[in-house]
C-alpha cells in the first residue's frame, strides 16, 4: 500500500506518513531505519539536535545497496539547530549533516526552532544542545531573516530541495513572509487533541504551508523525559473517547490519534520499536472517521503544551 502524499507549495510531494528518528537510541538507529524502510516508510524526520544523522544515513545507505529503495524513492529531512542561524554557518553546518547522512541533498530542511543562540565549533561538542558551554544558555544574534536568506540559498544551491520551519507562531510566520522569496514549504509543530492549535492551522492553510505534527500522542513522548508535566496527564491512547473510535473502527488508539491529524490534513511522523505497531501507524489511511468523531477527539483540546524549551531548564520562552 502507498503511503498519500501532500503536494508542497515547493512543487514537491512529500508522504502525509513518516517515522520521527527523535530519541531514537544511536545504536539501535541503523537497524531502525533500514526495518522501516522495508515496511514501507519513505520519510525520515532527522535533526542535528538527535545525534543520529550518521545511523540513520547507515540505515538509508544500506536499504539502497541492497536494492530495496533509491534516493529518489525517500524523502529525508533535516534540521538547522539554534547554535548555527549565523548567516555564514547555515551552509556549512548542512553540507556537515549531508556527508553524516551520506547523501547530497535533503528533501526538506527546517529551522528548528526561531531561536538564536551563540555558535558552538562541531569540533568542540556535537550536537550542542541549547547551552553554550554545557551550562550556560547564550543568546545569538542572528535574526529570522538573516537565517531565512541562506537557507533559500541551499535551495539555489541544490543542498534542499524544500525548506521549512518548526515551533513558529503565527506572528513569526506572518513576519517571514513579507521577505521571504522562498515561502517556508512546510510548518512543524506539536499537534495532538490535547493541542489541536486550531488558529495556526488556519494560517498555514490560508498560506499554502503544509504542516507535520510531532508528539501525535501526547504526553506519550514526554514520560521518557520524565516530565512532570508529562507523568500528571491521563495518557490519550487510555481516553474513553478514543478507545470508543478505535473499537469501533477495528483500530489501536494510536492510529485512531494518527488518522485524526491525517484527516485535518496533518502529516505525522511517529516511531515504533515494535515491528507490528511500525506497520500500524504506517498503514492509517485505509478507513476514514465521521466529521462528529473528529471533532468529539478534538473536543479533548486543553491547550496542553509539553515541547517548551522552559520545561527544560532554558529560559527562552518562545510560547509566550
Known amino acids: 500500500m502507498t503511503t498519500p502524499s501532500i503536494k508542497l507549495n515547493s512543487g ?24 522501516a524502510i522495508k515496511t514501507g516508510y519513505r520519510l525520515f524526520d532527522g535533526a542535528c539536535d538527535y545525534g543520529n544523522e550518521q545511523e540513520a544515513g547507515q540505515g538509508v545507505a544500506r536499504a539502497i545497496k541492497e536494492g530495496i529503495v533509491k534516493r529518489e524513492d525517500l524523502f529525508l529531512v533535516s534540521k538547522l539547530w539554534n547554535s548555527f542561524h549565523d548567516g555564514d554557518r547555515v551552509e556549512p553546518i548542512c553540507k556537515k549533516q549531508l556527508k553524516d547522512w551520506g547523501i547530497d541533498y535533503f528533501d526538506l530542511f527546517i529551522v528548528h526552532f526561531p531561536i538564536s543562540l ?8 556535537y550536537p550542542p544542545g541549547f547551552t553554550y558551554d554545557g551550562k550556560n544558555v ?19 544551491k541544490k543542498m534542499a530541495k524544500s525548506i521549512g520551519i518548526s515551533n513558529f507562531q503565527g506572528g513569526l510566520i506572518l513576519d517571514l ?20 492549535q486550531e488558529g495556526l492551522l488556519k494560517l498555514a492553510k490560508d498560506h499554502d504551508i503544509a504542516v507535520t505534527a510531532y508528539s501525535s500522542f501526547g504526553p506519550q513522548s514526554f514520560i ?36 485524526w491529524a491525517t484527516q485535518r490534513g496533518v502529516a505525522v511522523i511517529p516511531k515504533s520499536n515494535n ?6 501507524n504506517l498503514h492509517i489511511c485505509d478507513f476514514d472517521m465521521s466529521s462528529s468523531e473528529i471533532e468529539e ?24
Not at 551563540?118 to 561538542?125: I, N
Open 138 to 156: 547564550v543568546p545569538g544574534k542572528a535574526s529570522i531573516q538573516e537565517t531565512w536568506t541562506v537557507m533559500e540559498q541551499l535551495v539555489e
Open 118 to 125: 551563540k555558535y558552538v565549533d562541531p569540533s568542540e561538542r
Open 275 to 280: 515491528q507490528s505497531r511500525l506497520a500500524q
Open 224 to 259: 521518557e523525559l520524565d516530565m512532570a508535566k508529562a507523568k500528571d496527564t491521563p495518557l490519550l491512547f487510555d481516553n474513553a473517547t478514543v478507545k470508543k473510535i478505535a473499537d469501533k473502527h477495528g483500530k489501536t488508539p494510536a492510529q485512531v490519534l494518527l488518522r
Open 177 to 196: 513572509l513579507r521577505y521571504a522569496k522562498i515561502p517556508p514549504a512546510t510548518l512543524q509543530i506539536e499537534h495532538h487533541p490535547y493541542l489541536t
Open 297 to 320: 477527539i478534538s473536543g479533548l483540546n486543553k491547550n496542553l503544551r509539553f515541547n517548551d524549551p522552559p520545561g527544560y531548564g532554558v529560559n527562552i520562552p518562545i510560547f509566550a
Open 12 to 35: 514537491h510531494q512529500m508522504p502525509i506518513v513518516g517515522f520521527g528518528l527523535w530519541k531514537v537510541n544511536n545504536d539501535t538507529c541503523a537497524d531502525q531505519v533500514y526495518n
